[in-house]
């Protein structure tokens, strides 16, 4: 939007929960961190919670029926009168395009995703139906509240992930414009970005007990800092320097991965499964689904719960009909079903309550935090890092203690800080920065970038089999020109130009004058290509550029540019005769860095939440 919006609107998407929160202009400029949430209210367990689930109903047509709790609920009864065959249900969806990408999947037009009973659904409907049902209920709340806000002036912002690659955000960017939200008023932000931004516009009297001079002190202007975005599907890390103005610097590529707090209850449910087995699991979750969920809710309360010096174990809620399920099927009682496990001694039942050895308990967390302390330690170790002073924890799952104390008692010289509500920074951040979007000044260039052009061969330097005749002169083909390159710092704002020309002098090259021009725009992850067949490389866009009158003259003469433009870029060719510009954005790439000791085999175990074919 080339003027200020009225009203900017939030929404994150997450693998847990979701939820949406906005600001009116004069609000914000009275004081940014005014952002209005919403509550949300789960009639099963009475409780009001800063985001709803991520869950989503559909019927037996895949039109939309209801979100989050009220999903969660109305498929309760769908279970308990046997009818699921008749409704799609689909939960925590956000890792499945996250999850499609990683296994090679092309998800930039559509692909499918499994409900919960195995039946396939267009993912772009489950998403564009998300981002629809928030912009209802935003318009609905605004109305009831007597606010008034002309549609075309709202900008509306949507958080993702800073590992998600090109395809994600592409994909993100349609299902927003398939939900009715016009491509000039929407924009991504990264999540970790957007929870430091709110950090620094926070007014102390906002912060957790204790941490006001820790605040202070990390965003003074030049401070470094790493931003842990821990959600329950992934977890990025962003390595930022505080500017004057409040603004921000991006000084090192993002990390992380899918270990966010999700790990954890399927490594509770893996656990479940071995003592138990699978078949009584399955039976008590299609008998008892009511039950099955606020046993799964107790656990994620538990998970986040502090515990004292003194405690041995954990207690989390154990449901009843699954004790009696399991017994039956045993022909054993609890006791002696947990004597003769391997956990035996680690756990016990009293009542309604399973109480978890606290050595067991923290197994849960091990791959997670692991796969944390390690991705944290490969940005420290980087020079543009090493003075990194503070460490931020933002999402839901930074809630949790172990991590809390996992970062403080490896990284003991940084200051470590959760902000307050850390698991509504996000949202609170992506408002702020849809008011001011170049508060991010710079970001590091994690691909380098360039166009495939042709040059005169040169026979001493240059391969033979990429010769070719043109025009009666012999040209050197698949040459990659460099923009930008890999691991610099490249400002909001800038521009690179790269000259392309072309010429069509001869008679057998005349009827290409009616064809289209095809800039490739290609990336690599080396610093210094010299071919874009070199390996690493690879096409990312294209610039389709139509002739101009529907002829090109013989000559051709223009110039493509490279325009960074907050998470993306803007490609353009400019035709140097008639000034026309033909743009497309081309987002900018963040590169999430593969480790040897992918542990993906280890978590391939059965997940009763998860009723497919990948179960084993």
Same mark, same amino acid.
């Given at each position: 939007?080339?003027?200020?919006?009225?009203?900017?609107?939030?929404?994150?998407?997450?693998?847990?929960?979701?939820?949406?929160?906005?600001?009116?202009?004069?609000?914000?400029?009275?004081?940014?961190?005014?952002?209005?949430?919403?509550? =949300?209210?789960?009639?099963?367990?009475?409780?009001?919670?800063?985001?709803?689930?991520?869950?989503?109903?559909?019927?037996?047509?895949?039109?939309?029926?209801?979100?989050?709790?009220?999903?969660?609920? #109305?498929?309760?009864?769908?279970?308990?009168?046997?009818?699921?065959?008749?409704?799609?249900?689909?939960?925590?969806?956000?890792?499945?395009?996250?999850?499609?990408?990683?296994?090679?999947?092309?998800? %930039?037009?559509?692909?499918?995703?499994?409900?919960?009973?195995?039946?396939?659904?267009? &993912?772009?409907?489950?998403?564009?139906?998300?981002?629809?049902?928030?912009?209802?209920?935003? $318009?609905?709340?605004?109305?009831?509240?007597?606010?008034?806000?002309?549609?075309?002036?709202?900008?509306?912002?949507?958080?993702?992930?800073?590992?998600?690659?090109?395809?994600?955000? /592409?994909?993100?960017?349609?299902?927003?414009?398939?939900?009715?939200?016009?491509?000039? /008023?929407?924009?991504?932000?990264?999540?970790?970005?957007?929870?430091?931004?709110? &950090?620094?516009?926070? /007014?102390?009297?906002?912060?957790?007990?204790?941490?006001?001079?820790?605040?202070?002190?990390?965003?003074?202007?030049?401070?470094?800092? $790493?931003?842990?975005?821990?959600?329950?599907?992934?977890?990025?890390?962003?390595?930022?320097?505080?500017?004057?103005?409040?603004?921000?610097?991006?000084?090192?590529?993002?990390?992380?991965?899918?270990?966010?707090?999700?790990?954890?209850?399927?490594?509770?449910?893996?656990? $479940?499964? %071995?003592?138990?087995?699978?078949?009584?699991?399955?039976?008590?979750? #299609?008998?008892?689904?009511?039950?099955?969920?606020?046993?799964?809710?107790?656990?994620?309360?538990? #998970?986040?719960?502090?515990?004292?010096?003194?405690?041995?174990?954990?207690?989390?809620?154990?449901?009843?009909?699954?004790?009696?399920?399991?017994?039956?099927?045993?022909?054993?009682?609890?006791?002696?079903?947990?004597?003769?496990?391997?956990?035996? *001694?680690?756990?016990?039942?009293?009542?309604?309550?399973?109480?978890? *050895?606290? &050595?067991?308990?923290?197994?849960?967390?091990?791959?997670?935090? *692991?796969?944390?302390?390690?991705?944290?330690?490969?940005?420290?170790?980087?020079?543009?890092?090493?003075?990194?002073?503070?460490?931020?924890?933002?999402?839901?799952?930074?809630?949790?203690?172990?991590?809390?104390?996992?970062?403080?008692?490896?990284?003991?010289?940084?200051?470590?800080?959760?902000?307050?509500?850390?698991?509504?920074?996000?949202?609170?951040?992506?408002?702020?920065?849809?008011?001011?979007?170049?508060?991010?000044?710079?970001?590091?260039?994690?691909?380098?970038?360039?166009?495939?052009?042709?040059?005169?061969?040169?026979?001493?330097?240059?391969?033979?089999?990429?010769?070719?005749?043109?025009?009666?002169?012999? =040209?050197? %083909?698949?040459?990659?020109?460099?923009?930008?390159?890999?691991?610099?710092?490249?400002?909001?704002?800038?521009?690179?130009?790269?000259?392309?020309?072309?010429?069509?002098?001869?008679?057998?090259?005349?009827?290409?004058?009616?064809?289209?021009?095809?800039?490739?725009?290609?990336?690599?992850?080396?610093?210094?290509? #010299?071919?874009?067949?070199?390996?690493?490389?690879?096409?990312? &866009?294209?610039?389709?550029?139509?002739?101009?009158?529907?002829? =090109?003259? /013989?000559?051709?003469?223009?110039?493509?540019?490279?325009?960074?433009?907050?998470?993306?870029?803007?490609?353009?060719?400019?035709?140097?005769?008639?000034?026309?510009?033909?743009?497309?954005?081309?987002?900018?790439?963040?590169?999430?860095?593969?480790?040897?000791?992918?542990?993906?085999?280890?978590?391939?175990?059965?997940?009763?939440?998860?009723?497919?074919?990948? *179960?084993?």
């Amino acid at each position: 939007m080339n003027e200020p919006p009225q009203c900017v609107v939030a929404i994150d998407i997450g693998s847990a929960g979701c939820g949406y929160a906005f600001s009116a202009d004069y609000t914000f400029c009275n004081n940014p961190c005014d952002v209005a949430t919403y509550r =949300w209210f789960a009639e099963v367990g009475k409780f009001a919670s800063l985001k709803t689930p991520a869950a989503i109903l559909f019927d037996s047509h895949q039109q939309f029926v209801s979100f989050g709790y009220n999903a969660q609920e #109305k498929y309760i009864t769908i279970l308990e009168s046997n009818d699921q065959n008749n409704w799609y249900y689909i939960e925590g969806y956000k890792m499945a395009l996250y999850s499609a990408v990683e296994a090679g999947e092309d998800v %930039r037009d559509d692909f499918s995703i499994k409900e919960m009973g195995g039946k396939a659904v267009s &993912a772009k409907t489950v998403f564009s139906s998300t981002i629809k049902y928030f912009y209802g209920h935003f $318009l609905k709340e605004v109305q009831e509240q007597n606010h008034s806000f002309q549609r075309e002036k709202v900008h509306w912002i949507i958080s993702v992930p800073a590992i998600w690659t090109d395809p994600c955000k /592409q994909f993100m960017r349609e299902s927003a414009i398939m939900a009715g939200i016009p491509g000039k /008023q929407f924009s991504l932000v990264y999540e970790p970005e957007a929870a430091s931004i709110y &950090a620094r516009f926070l /007014q102390i009297d906002k912060v957790d007990a204790g941490q006001n001079k820790t605040i202070l002190k990390t965003f003074q202007p030049g401070t470094k800092l $790493l931003v842990v975005d821990a959600g329950g599907g992934t977890v990025d890390i962003s390595a930022q320097e505080v500017l004057d103005e409040y603004g921000l610097k991006i000084i090192h590529k993002v990390r992380g991965g899918d270990y966010g707090g999700n790990s954890v209850n399927m490594a509770y449910r893996q656990m $479940l499964f %071995r003592l138990f087995s699978g078949p009584s699991l399955l039976r008590f979750k #299609k008998e008892y689904p009511m039950d099955y969920m606020e046993m799964m809710r107790s656990f994620e309360r538990t #998970k986040i719960r502090p515990t004292k010096p003194d405690d041995k174990t954990v207690s989390t809620m154990i449901a009843a009909p699954l004790l009696e399920i399991s017994e039956e099927e045993s022909e054993c009682n609890i006791h002696e079903i947990i004597k003769s496990s391997q956990y035996a *001694n680690q756990l016990r039942v009293k009542r309604d309550k399973l109480l978890i *050895n606290l &050595a067991l308990f923290k197994e849960f967390f091990e791959h997670s935090l *692991n796969e944390l302390v390690i991705d944290m330690k490969a940005v420290l170790e980087h020079k543009r890092c090493a003075d990194v002073s503070a460490v931020m924890l933002v999402g839901g799952y930074a809630e949790c203690e172990l991590l809390r104390n996992i970062v403080t008692q490896t990284f003991p010289q940084k200051e470590v800080f959760v902000p307050h509500e850390g698991g509504l920074s996000v949202l609170r951040g992506a408002v702020i920065y849809g008011h001011t979007p170049k508060i991010v000044s710079s970001r590091i260039c994690n691909y380098t970038y360039g166009i495939a052009v042709s040059k005169p061969f040169k026979a001493d330097v240059m391969p033979i089999d990429k010769c070719y005749e043109h025009d009666g002169e012999l =040209w050197c %083909r698949d040459i990659f020109e460099i923009s930008y390159k890999i691991d610099t710092v490249v400002n909001i704002g800038d521009k690179k130009q790269i000259e392309l020309n072309d010429t069509f002098l001869l008679p057998e090259v005349q009827h290409r004058r009616e064809e289209p021009l095809r800039v490739d725009i290609v990336i690599s992850d080396k610093e210094d290509p #010299k071919f874009i067949t070199d390996e690493g490389c690879r096409k990312h &866009a294209m610039i389709i550029v139509q002739p101009p009158k529907g002829q =090109w003259p /013989q000559e051709v003469h223009g110039y493509v540019e490279f325009e960074i433009a907050g998470t993306e870029m803007i490609g353009s060719y400019i035709n140097s005769e008639t000034n026309d510009r033909t743009s497309i954005i081309i987002e900018f790439l963040p590169r999430k860095e593969q480790r040897v000791g992918n542990d993906s085999e280890r978590r391939r175990i059965f997940d009763p939440d998860r009723i497919d074919t990948d *179960n084993e």
